[in-house]
């Protein structure tokens, strides 16, 4: 081993607490509910229901109007990001991501205020809302490093801006945009806030066919065989994204960064494109707190003063303040057990990549550890209730099983921003402090850990927003004395009264307020972190 880098035992040490965490609290629960669904005569009943097919024919039909939807309105923000140097990027940069961290719930509300109906077009709007910021950024990561004199010369050739994009740009950007499509994809194949808002009762997709059946039905063979469908057909995009993330990976190696300059010509149109994109993603967000201060005696702030109550006639058995604070110390607790795992993790990972242990190792570890960000929070939250039972103190009745069900959400996202950056430390900073007889390990407390500072509390920053925000799992979790504020917000929309629905826009924009202030803190997080890299 050489000097200053942990060896594979230590390496394979620092794997153990987040593969532990990852065995007891996600592979055992889906597992469990693998077995249920195929126990007895659950899976061939809901394969031979019409019912069913219906179910998967709408998952798979609005996830994918709803990608193509993304797909299309992110391509011009992303030419505005890669290629362009303008005044307001940064704004547009952090304007697009506050959709994509938004609570489902927050996201369902406000286009519930401006579709009052739902229905179809609702939910693939929202869907989609969600999700412009994938397809802008990872599509911006790529369309930056396009050789633009491949481009230049088909232009001398008499080739036009279209021809040019679709003959010379667009192959190099294929892997990219087939990458984020199938990763949107997902996203909305296992939208649950969004379709059980917006849905109405009328429309359901597997993700909230399996909630309604496990809560009102209580068919729980039948549920688990939904969530047997649902985990085969998540694991069959996984696939397709992984082959498609190789291909990117090879493209992102054609050339470096391109330097952004003001657009000329016909470019302006695609900038005007963008910032029309933009500017409808800021019309939910306006909606919603308009709504919030609109009562039926005119503006006010009624819904907000409300807070401080149960509901329209006792709806809830916590105030919307209790239900605040439940929020916030779950995101807390969610949030540090996230950072010790993910950071445990990503030291793992890169350790081993050092070592000569085998690239497959290397893989596969990466590949398990993001494999709750595959799985639908409500199937893991299901696998819970039939399985933690068998642990000491019967964790189902435990408020603290909420922020373990978060943390579970947020460990993969913590180590996705944190492993780039310590991959990214010139090794010769970590070979100049083993030469003057710093140990393994306090090379890593002192060179690694540092450096990766501004990356460590950007992580912290967008998991604590996605654990405040987390709906699907807590909805089934969370018990009515200590539900978090997501979820008393599902109730509050539930229940009749004009007090509850205000009780739920204020809310709901109290939470879009948090997680735009942290969109920020993240932003200006990144500037710093590019500008010493």
Not at 9 to 34: K, M
Not at 58 to 75: I, N, P
Not at 200 to 205: F, K, Q, V
Request: net charge positive; aromatic share 6%.
């Amino acid at each position: 081993m050489a000097h200053g880098r942990p060896g594979l035992t230590g390496a394979l040490l620092a794997a153990l607490p987040p593969l532990g965490f990852l065995v007891v609290f996600f592979l055992w629960p889906v597992a469990a509910i693998i077995r249920l669904g195929l126990l007895g005569d659950g899976v061939g009943a809901v394969l031979a229901s019409a019912d069913t097919w219906g179910l998967v024919g709408f998952t798979v039909g609005q996830a994918a109007a709803a990608t193509a939807v993304a797909v299309v309105a992110g391509l011009p923000v992303a030419f505005l990001l890669a290629r362009t140097s303008l005044r307001g990027n940064g704004f547009i940069r952090a304007a697009v991501l506050v959709p994509f961290v938004l609570p489902t719930v927050v996201v369902g509300l406000a286009f519930r205020s401006l579709l009052p109906e739902g229905g179809v077009v609702a939910i693939v709007l929202a869907n989609a809302f969600f999700n412009v910021a994938v397809v802008a950024r990872s599509v911006a990561g790529v369309w930056s490093h396009v050789d633009r004199r491949a481009e230049d010369a088909a232009r001398v050739l008499g080739a036009s801006r279209l021809r040019t994009f679709l003959s010379v740009t667009l192959p190099v950007l294929r892997p990219a945009i087939g990458s984020a499509a199938s990763v949107v994809f997902l996203f909305c194949a296992t939208s649950f806030g969004v379709v059980l808002l917006l849905g109405g009762g009328e429309y359901s997709t597997l993700e909230t066919e399996i909630y309604l059946r496990t809560v009102q039905l209580l068919d729980l063979p039948g549920a688990a065989a939904l969530s047997l469908l649902q985990v085969a057909a998540v694991f069959a995009v996984l696939v397709i994204g992984a082959v498609t993330r190789r291909r990117q990976a090879a493209a992102r190696m054609r050339g470096t960064a391109e330097t952004a300059r003001r657009p000329v010509g016909g470019e302006w149109a695609v900038v005007a494109v963008a910032y029309a994109v933009v500017a409808l993603l800021l019309v939910p967000i306006a909606a919603l707190v308009v709504r919030s201060l609109s009562t039926v005696d005119g503006w006010g702030l009624a819904g907000y003063r409300a807070l401080a109550g149960t509901g329209y006639r006792g709806s809830l058995q916590v105030s919307g303040w209790e239900a605040a604070e439940n929020s916030l110390r779950a995101a807390t607790d969610a949030t540090l057990l996230a950072l010790v795992l993910g950071v445990l993790a990503s030291v793992a990972l890169v350790s081993l990549a050092r070592t000569k242990a085998r690239p497959g190792l290397v893989d596969a570890l990466d590949t398990a550890f993001m494999l709750p960000l595959g799985v639908s929070a409500v199937t893991v939250g299901f696998g819970y209730l039939i399985t933690l039972d068998a642990l000491p103190g019967d964790l189902r009745t435990s408020a603290t099983l909420v922020p373990l069900a978060q943390a579970l959400v947020v460990t993969p996202l913590v180590i996705r921003m944190l492993l780039p950056v310590l991959r990214s430390i010139d090794d010769r900073l970590r070979q100049a402090a083993a030469t003057l007889g710093a140990s393994p390990w306090r090379v890593w407390r002192e060179i690694d850990i540092p450096l990766a500072g501004r990356s460590l509390l950007a992580a912290a920053a967008f998991g604590y927003v996605v654990a405040l925000g987390e709906f699907g799992a807590t909805s089934f979790l969370a018990r009515p004395d200590s539900a978090t504020l997501p979820v008393v917000i599902g109730r509050l929309v539930a229940r009749p009264g004009e007090l509850n629905n205000q009780m739920a826009y204020a809310a709901c924009t109290l939470l879009m307020l948090v997680t735009i202030a942290v969109v920020a803190l993240i932003e200006r997080l990144r500037v710093a972190s590019v500008g010493e890299f």
